[in-house]
């Protein structure tokens, strides 16, 4: 499975951005796409997730409201739309996939249970 992630840049607080993420390679286990973030010096959080099979998603309480996460399985794509961005998001954002269903996992939030990542898009809020 490959994950490449598109989208990132620098935007103002308040500003919106999409961002993408191409996956290829997927299997039939594979059936759980997240997004992640990461700032420096802190550990990697997971914002949303997004079951392949149902479209049920997952958010954490920070971006609620203001992320959606979607797919277009026709073209491979899971797409996450930030609006309403704050200097807190600045972060590098990665989107991964995991061997199982979102809810199979402990948390589809956690990071520890998706096992193929991309390289990540910078997302900077000023």
Same mark, same amino acid.
């Given at each position: 499975v490959q994950l490449v992630e598109s989208g990132g840049g620098s935007v103002q607080a308040g500003g919106s951005l999409s961002l993408s993420c191409e996956v290829s390679g997927i299997t039939e286990g594979t059936n759980c796409i997240g997004w992640?973030?990461?700032a420096p010096g =802190? #550990?990697? #959080? &997971?914002?949303?997730?997004?079951?392949? /099979? &149902?479209? !049920? !998603? +997952? +958010?954490?309480? $920070?971006? =609620?409201?203001?992320? !959606?996460? $979607?797919?277009? @399985?026709? =073209? @491979?794509?899971? +797409?996450l739309q930030v609006n309403s961005v704050k200097p807190e998001d600045t972060a590098m954002y990665y989107c991964a996939a995991a061997p199982a269903r979102c809810d199979w /996992?402990? $948390?589809?939030?956690?990071?520890?249970? +998706?096992?193929?990542w991309g390289q990540g898009t910078q997302v900077t809020v000023s």
């Amino acid at each position: 499975v490959q994950l490449v992630e598109s989208g990132g840049g620098s935007v103002q607080a308040g500003g919106s951005l999409s961002l993408s993420c191409e996956v290829s390679g997927i299997t039939e286990g594979t059936n759980c796409i997240g997004w992640f973030r990461q700032a420096p010096g =802190k #550990e990697r #959080e &997971g914002v949303a997730a997004i079951m392949i /099979l &149902g479209a !049920t !998603t +997952y +958010y954490a309480d $920070s971006v =609620k409201g203001r992320f !959606t996460i $979607s797919q277009d @399985n026709a =073209k @491979n794509m899971v +797409y996450l739309q930030v609006n309403s961005v704050k200097p807190e998001d600045t972060a590098m954002y990665y989107c991964a996939a995991a061997p199982a269903r979102c809810d199979w /996992l402990v $948390s589809p939030l956690a990071p520890a249970g +998706y096992i193929f990542w991309g390289q990540g898009t910078q997302v900077t809020v000023s």
